[in-house]
T-cell receptor, first 116, second 109 residues
Framework: DTEVTQTPKHLVMGMTNKKSLKCEQH?????MYWYKQKAKKPPELMFV???????INESVPSRFSPECPNSSLLNLHLHALQPEDSALYLC???????????????FGPGTRLLVL | GQQLNQSPQSMFIQEGEDVSMNCTSS?????WLWYKQDPGEGPVLLIA?????ELTSNGRLTAQFGITRKDSFLNISASIPSDVGIYFC?????????FGKGITLSVRP
């Protein structure tokens, strides 16, 4: 099973709203990622979690707050977003063995976010 | 920073034709990956390559990890309409992936 699931599929929110994106994988992977993707551009890395601990934050604004409650789940909490944050948000996962994170990542279908 | 050169931005081929795409970099990578992305969906992993010189096939797709570890190519043989989409190369080092800009493939019936 190489499936990563994401909910919701679509989300529309105002700039004062608080919402959360959810990601789940059951592949036993211990590394999980959040990416942001604009139309016709490659994915841009936001955060990396390894063994439920944040290991990389690519200087993402604090209005994006990641959380990894357990080894299968990854959340992205959104607050006070701007219209330019509208994008496809992708979750991915990969295997990890101690400090070694395998770079072969499996992506979810994404959440299409529109900020009004 | 590390960059992957993937061009052209778009390719147009006739159904049944073969197509080749390549991806180059000035940096050395440990892993080369090829993804396909349909509109509104996440990237789907097509082929993963882990050793310099490795040649791997997945159905009509063949990809190779360059000997210098700085490049990779993807071949699609006998294209069909469902091959349309954006093809991204990605290369891994230090637990992170660097992505190419992607090639949008169109297949004329």
């Amino acid at each position: 099973d190489t499936e990563v699931t994401q909910t919701p599929k679509h989300l529309v929110m105002g700039m004062t709203n608080k919402k959360s994106l959810k990601c789940e994988q059951h592949m036993g992977h211990r590394a999980m990622y959040w990416y942001k993707q604009k139309a016709k551009k490659p994915p841009e890395l936001m955060f990396v979690y390894s063994y439920e601990k944040l290991s990389i934050n690519e200087s993402v604004p604090s209005r994006f707050s990641p959380e990894c409650p357990n080894s299968s789940l990854l959340n992205l909490h959104l607050h006070a977003l701007q219209p330019e944050d509208s994008a496809l948000y992708l979750c991915a996962s990969s295997q990890a063995f101690g400090t070694l994170i395998q770079e072969t990542q499996y992506f979810g279908p994404g959440t299409r976010l529109l900020v009004l | 920073g590390q960059q992957l050169n993937q061009s052209p931005q778009s390719m147009f081929i006739q159904e049944g034709e073969d197509v080749s795409m390549n991806c180059t970099s000035s940096s050395i990578f440990n892993t080369w990956l090829w993804y396909k992305q349909d509109p509104g969906e996440g990237p789907v992993l097509l082929i993963a390559l882990y050793k310099a010189g490795e040649l791997t096939s997945n159905g009509r797709l063949t990809a190779q990890f360059g000997i210098t570890r700085k490049d990779s190519f993807l071949n699609i043989s006998a294209s069909i309409p469902s091959d349309v989409g954006i093809y991204f190369c990605a290369a891994g080092a230090n637990s992170k992936l660097t992505f190419g800009k992607g090639i949008t493939l169109s297949v004329r019936p």
